[in-house]
């Protein structure tokens, strides 16, 4: 069962890059989904930054770039898949 752990708040078209404010922590490696009204997709996270500096993990209340293979919108969740 997949959790939502934020959702985004920015999207940049020609880097591929989500903005999202978290509500749980969130690490690279972690199997992430996107889902809104249009979207739906899942990936793991490869590349994650804080101001513009590559962080490993992000904490709750955190607000992260996340780089994304597909186009996202504002609003959309974003849910932490289960690993088994």
Same mark, same amino acid.
Request: no cysteine; glycine share 6%; proline share 1%.
């Given at each position: 069962?997949?959790?939502?752990?934020g959702?985004?708040?920015?999207?940049?078209?020609?880097?591929?890059?989500?903005? &999202?404010?978290?509500e749980? *922590?969130?690490?690279?490696g972690?199997?992430?989904? =996107?889902?809104? !009204?249009?979207t739906?997709?899942?990936?793991?996270?490869?590349?994650?930054?804080?101001?513009?500096r &590559?962080?490993?993990?992000? *904490?709750?209340?955190?607000?992260?770039?996340?780089? =994304?293979?597909? !186009?996202?919108?504002?609003?959309?969740?974003?849910?932490?898949?289960?690993?088994a």
């Open positions: 069962m997949a959790k939502k752990i959702e985004v708040t920015h999207y940049y078209n020609r880097i591929g890059v989500a903005v &999202l404010q978290l749980q *922590e969130l690490k690279l972690d199997q992430i989904m =996107v889902l809104g !009204r249009t739906e997709f899942g990936q793991v996270v490869n590349s994650m930054e804080l101001n513009h &590559l962080i490993q993990e992000a *904490e709750p209340g955190m607000e992260v770039a996340v780089k =994304v293979m597909e !186009r996202v919108r504002a609003g959309d969740e974003v849910f932490l898949e289960d690993a």
